[in-house]
């Protein structure tokens, strides 16, 4: 059987899209596009205390107004938790995750704690934790995360595919061909899969998410590298099938930062009241 070719994009719904996230959803459309494949709007809305219906209907009425057009329903993470749920017990049943009792400001002082992509990389200060231990902080009610001991995530998912784990990029070879790259999640350090009011993390729902897709091929920013190594021994772990990846530069703003909300990079909307179009915003962003 032939399986279509699908791609999609995923905002979370805590803030209006700008010209960054313009530059990624016409990315992954215009591939669509020359590729007969499926678009895919997907909702990552897990944090419900950050998420807004009003966010959500903007940014779906900007994703319209730019021309693009995606498959009906619209998944949203929200509606999906114990799916969710079930992945993390796989994960527990392994004997690969732990909680984590930590609180930020003791990640932050950690004597020589290093930093990676996503700030400072967890020292793994409970990982060792005994078993009395964690069951005194457990019956005393202190509040715990669940991180992934990914030194052993990692070398059980190798022996489960009997080879060292790789995964496909798009563009990434000398001229321009795909290329394999290693996979090696260990300096972004135990990633939260479940934080301490439940959440849970971007890194578990995003593969379950595109494995319930059919997602083929996962076009996002370059700022999201890093996650591919631990995403790629997820779906091993989880039994998921691989996509391909294509990560693509990102839309700074004047003065060289990566356009984000809090940053205050103007919006869609804002552009759009400004009287500009969709294809000025082509434009703007390098896609005209």
Same mark, same amino acid.
């Given at each position: ?60 009425? +900007? ?42 400001? +003791? ?182």
């Amino acid at each position: 059987m032939t399986i279509r070719l699908a791609t999609r994009f995923a905002p979370s719904p805590n803030g209006h899209l700008h010209p960054g996230h313009a530059f990624s959803a016409l990315t992954a459309w215009d591939w669509a596009c020359a590729h007969d494949a499926r678009f895919i709007v997907r909702i990552e809305d897990t944090d419900r205390s950050r998420s807004r219906e009003d966010f959500e209907r903007a940014q779906l009425e +900007d994703l319209a107004w730019l021309g693009l057009d995606w498959e009906q329903p619209v998944r949203r993470q929200s509606e999906h938790l114990t799916d969710y749920a079930r992945g993390l017990d796989r994960l527990r049943d392994l004997g690969l995750v732990y909680p984590c009792f930590c609180t930020r400001k +003791d990640i932050a002082t950690a004597a020589q704690a290093p930093h990676g992509p996503e700030g400072i990389v967890y020292p793994g200060t409970c990982r060792p934790l005994s078993k009395d231990v964690r069951e005194t902080k457990l019956a005393t009610g202190t509040a715990f995360a669940l991180r992934l001991d990914v030194a052993r995530a990692l070398d059980l998912a190798e022996r489960l595919k009997g080879n060292r784990l790789t995964f496909t990029e798009e563009g990434c070879g000398p001229d321009g061909e795909n290329g394999r790259l290693p996979v090696d999640p260990r300096p972004m350090g135990d990633p939260v899969l479940a934080r301490k009011d439940g959440v849970i993390a971007y890194h578990l729902a995003v593969v379950m998410d595109d494995a319930a897709q059919g997602i083929t091929h996962v076009i996002r920013g370059q700022d999201l590298f890093f996650a591919t190594p631990l995403h790629r021994v997820l779906q091993v772990l989880l039994d998921l099938p691989e996509p391909r990846y294509r990560h693509h530069g990102l839309i700074l703003d004047e003065t060289g930062e990566r356009m984000a909300k809090r940053r205050g990079s103007k919006s869609l909307a804002d552009l759009r009241a400004e009287g500009k179009t969709p294809d000025d915003i082509r434009r703007m962003v390098g896609l005209a």
